[in-house]
């Protein structure tokens, strides 16, 4: 099977959606109410499962989220889903207030979308894990070939070869340079290929064609209905997210497009650090900041608290707070913190080592010049000097820096000597910044816990 059937994916997903959720709905109803009292679900409760359903046909029309390209993750998949649920909320929200309609039980409005989120999260995931399953049986794929024989062709056939899951089936190569035994024909030999073996997809590589050619060949795919799809040639540059925009009819590539670009993802970002960092405050720092700082005051001379000028988002300069782990000196602004250090006191050794130092940087959390998980802030001198040497080094600084981060839940913590091992976690940090998630940020923050207990730290 090519992709015949592919077009019936999106009405599948909708059909199951709908179902998961009437079956949500009407659950939480017996759950609430002890039984299905058809009176009242035929009363007040049909207008309200009436829009739910309306709701999400709604939702799927404007929100798109059904885009199931193949190349799409599950962790987007999944954010995807539940934005639309988010978007569900409100509009039954809005429902209920213009409308002032009788009172609904919000019990039953809270288990409705526990149950249809969990179910139409497992729902997404069973359905990826078919899809990838079926294809790598072979079924479900598309025929593709590629107009142009470069390193772009060959990367792009390895990686065919290496993710089956997504389904594309590699009939050959096509260039104008014939004598390489990898080319099966010349660029004028395609449209004849194309229908004879139903080519579903063409990838064209713009370093090996002239504007002629993919303009004769993006015509005639036009006028079959083949899809093209374009391998631009950035000039020796390497991007992994780029957007295009529109200008008019002009098209313009935007080079680093970053998870954090758009709005829903900082204020989903956001409101994770305002609640993770308030329950830190409140079930952790209020009760132990007297304990450790009583601890401190009787150990050295000096304040509590140990504050610092760094590197924040977009480079702007902010106060980071730090439970003082070092006599008083004036090299704190200036030397990092080395293994064996004379600076750290008795108290500074273990509290750097357990990282309870760390802990009233939730208050810059919760103040919005940090988040929970981000790259690392450095010392101004640091970020200084690091930027003139370090590739790419200031692309960390896109999104605000974290009390952890995905180099130090792989290790990467304490001083750093080697400008190698600085190296590795600047491409870390722009891993994550590439490959922003709220599941990411999770996953790093139990790693983290796990680390600490390694005692790395010093």
């Known amino acids: 099977m090519s992709t015949h059937y592919s077009k019936y994916l999106r009405l599948i997903h909708l059909v199951g959606d709908l179902l998961l959720l009437n079956i949500a709905f009407i659950c939480a109803y017996e759950y609430k109410f002890g039984t299905i009292d058809y009176e009242l679900l035929h009363g007040k409760y049909l207008a309200l499962g009436i829009f739910f359903n309306l709701s999400w046909f709604i939702i799927v029309f404007f929100g798109k989220i059904y885009n199931l ?24 929200a809005a429902f209920i207030a213009f409308r002032k309609a009788p009172y609904y039980s919000r019990e039953h409005l ?41 390193n772009s062709s060959l990367e792009l056939k390895t990686f065919f070869q290496e993710r089956p899951e997504w389904g594309y089936r590699l009939l050959g190569f096509f260039d104008n340079d014939v004598e390489n035994e990898n080319v099966i024909g010349k660029f004028s030999d395609i449209p004849a290929f194309v229908e004879k073996f139903e080519v579903d997809e063409i990838f064209c590589v713009l370093e090996e064609m002239s504007k002629q050619e993919i303009k004769e060949l993006t015509e005639f795919a036009d006028s079959n209905l083949v899809r093209i799809k374009i391998i631009p040639d950035y000039g020796g540059l390497v991007y992994k ?44 720092f209020s009760w132990l900041f007297p304990i450790i700082g009583i601890i401190i005051k009787l150990n050295s001379r000096g304040p509590i608290f140990f504050k610092q000028m760094r590197s924040g988002k977009k480079n702007i300069d902010f106060w980071c707070y730090k439970f003082r782990s070092m006599y008083v000196n004036n090299d704190a602004d200036n030397k990092q913190a080395t293994r064996g250090d004379s600076r750290i006191t008795s108290v500074g050794a273990f509290l750097r080592k357990t990282s309870i130092d760390e802990l009233p940087q939730f208050i810059n959390v919760f103040l919005g010049n940090m988040s929970v998980v981000g790259p690392r802030p450095h010392m101004l001198k640091h970020t200084e000097e690091y930027s003139q040497v370090i590739d790419k080094y200031m692309v960390r600084h896109f ?37 922003w998630s709220l599941w990411l940020d999770v996953k790093i923050i139990i790693m983290t816990i796990l680390s600490v207990f390694n005692g790395k730290a010093f």
Not at 122 to 137: E, Q, V
Not at 250 to 269: E, I, Q, W
Not at 407 to 430: H, S
Request: aromatic share 14%.
């Open 69 to 92: 390209f193949r190349a799409i993750r599950l962790d987007a998949i999944l954010y995807s889903v539940l934005k639309g649920v988010f978007f569900h909320v409100l509009l039954v």
């Open 110 to 150: 809270l288990i409705t979308y526990f149950l249809f989120s969990v179910s139409i999260c497992s729902w997404r995931i069973i359905m990826n894990y078919f899809l990838k399953t079926y294809r790598k049986l072979g079924y479900n794929y598309r025929r593709i070939i590629v107009a142009g024989y470069g």
């Open 241 to 284: 997210k780029v957007d295009m925009d529109f200008y008019g009819d002009v098209p313009v590539l935007s080079f680093r497009k970053m998870p954090l670009d758009d709005v829903m993802n900082r204020a989903l970002k956001r409101t994770f650090d305002i609640i993770f960092s308030l329950i830190i405050i409140t079930l952790i």
């Open 399 to 435: 999104v605000k820096p974290g009390i952890t981060g995905l180099a130090q839940a792989k290790g990467y913590r304490g001083e750093t000597i080697d400008p190698q091992l600085m190296k590795n976690r600047v491409r870390l940090d722009i891993i994550y910044v590439e490959n």
